[in-house]
């Protein structure tokens, strides 16, 4: 098996983008939306392998997969997860997409990829309580694989705060001692809860915690032995440019957001301006009890990017210098930058491209998680395959001839 993976939700490309530097090859993408297939072949060419369809049309994605890829990734709409969806969770049309996937899996029958990987906010998994997390490990597990979760925020590796939640499917033909499995009342010793333990609360929040204790899958829970990331991000500032060739915006539109920060915000502007003190940063625009207000981080990184479909869901660049406040929309190739993709060729449509980039995920994050998780397994299965070892499958029937499930299989 060559270390080859297809995508699903492909977007413009970037988990491909983050994967491409160790070698993986992208034999087949999918998404439904042509503005973000435009990007993607102009990064990274038309060679046919981009197929432009709903998920939900099976029997045709099937026929356009080649042989079996060792490593799947689904960035399935988060819209139904979030606010913007209202929380309808997989009772909304967008993220029930996601068991569009699901299918297309069941369909390939033996010829599943090893390793599956989810990506999607974190309301994923507090969505119904829970309970369409659930649901989607479930439908996994009913498909043979054993599930991992973590959340990475893009804040260790670029100025965008942008917490993200993964999945990560290692299928039951697939044995590795990369994870360790949950066996039955380990939760305070072995090595499924050593690993657990050693990602903290930052990789696996308590109610991720409390959703692999509590719910029972048709295979399992598993952990990947990692720890959170050391590495921390530039300030904002080295992103943004402040030449005066931007479209700043004209005093008026500058006077208009002044006025719609708050009193603690405002108070902190003017303090900047009168002792000429240098700034830059980000503002949102956000309702706040019936008012619209210019919201400033001052932490130095920027707002998590989203899909430009309303005034509040565009960022905005406050820039103070020598006593001048200057303030405009982000650029398209800020945007870039702040998804750790600061190359990616753009198109000439504005809009088109602060979406592509707004509903992507962040390449640094997807490097790590290839160099921590998704390479270790590709690694450990050619290993596997090179000394003849038993598949998971030998070894379970091995260990469950005393009736229990193995622990975890090196």
């Not at 309702?287 to 207000?293: D, I």
Request: glycine share 10%.
């Amino acid at each position: 098996m060559n270390k080859a993976f297809c995508e699903f939700f492909a977007g413009i490309g970037l988990v491909r983008e983050g994967l491409s530097d160790s070698g993986w090859t992208c034999v087949y993408a999918n998404d439904i939306n042509p503005k973000k297939r435009e990007l993607y072949t102009k990064r990274f060419g038309d060679n046919g392998h981009f197929h432009l369809d709903d998920v939900w049309n099976c029997a045709e994605v099937l026929t356009r997969l080649p042989d079996p890829p060792f490593l799947a990734t689904a960035s399935f709409p988060c819209i139904d997860l979030s606010l913007a969806g209202h929380w309808k969770g997989f009772d909304g049309d967008h993220s029930s997409t996601f068991f569009g996937f699901a299918k297309v899996l069941e369909g390939m029958g033996d010829r599943r990829p090893k390793v599956v990987m989810l990506e999607n906010v974190t309301g994923f998994i507090t969505s119904k309580g829970g309970k369409d997390f659930e649901a989607a490990a479930r439908a996994l597990a009913e498909l043979g694989y054993w599930i991992d979760a973590f959340v990475l925020d893009a804040k260790n590796f670029v100025p965008q705060s942008r917490p993200r939640v993964f999945v990560i499917g290692v299928h039951e033909s697939f044995s590795t001692s990369v994870v360790a499995r949950k066996g039955s009342g380990d939760w305070f010793g072995g090595a499924w809860s050593r690993h657990v333990e050693r990602g903290g609360k930052k990789l696996r929040p308590d109610n991720l915690r409390e959703l692999m204790e509590r719910v029972e899958l048709p295979t399992g829970w598993a952990a990947v032995n990692i720890a959170p990331p050391t590495s921390s991000a530039p300030d904002v500032s080295e992103v943004i440019d402040l030449d005066d060739d931007q479209e700043w915006w004209d005093e008026e539109a500058v006077t208009k957001h002044h006025d719609m920060m708050s009193d603690r915000h405002r108070s902190i502007v003017d303090e900047m301006l009168s002792s000429k003190k240098r700034f830059t940063g980000t503002i949102y625009r956000r309702k706040r009890y019936g008012k619209t207000r210019a919201e400033i981080r001052f932490d130095g990184l920027a707002g998590c990017l989203r899909t430009p479909k309303g005034g509040s869901a565009r960022q905005i660049v406050i820039a103070i210098d020598k006593g001048k406040l200057r303030i405009r929309w982000m650029s398209p190739r800020e945007y870039a930058r702040l998804q750790g993709a600061s190359d990616f060729p753009l198109v000439e449509n504005t809009i088109q491209n602060l979406y592509g980039f707004g509903d992507a995920v962040c390449v640094p994050v997807i490097r790590w998680i290839d160099q921590h998780v998704l390479t270790p397994l590709f690694n450990s299965y050619l290993k596997t395959r090179g000394n003849g070892r038993k598949s998971h499958a030998a070894v379970a029937t091995a260990n469950n001839a005393g009736g229990e499930r193995p622990e975890h299989v090196a």
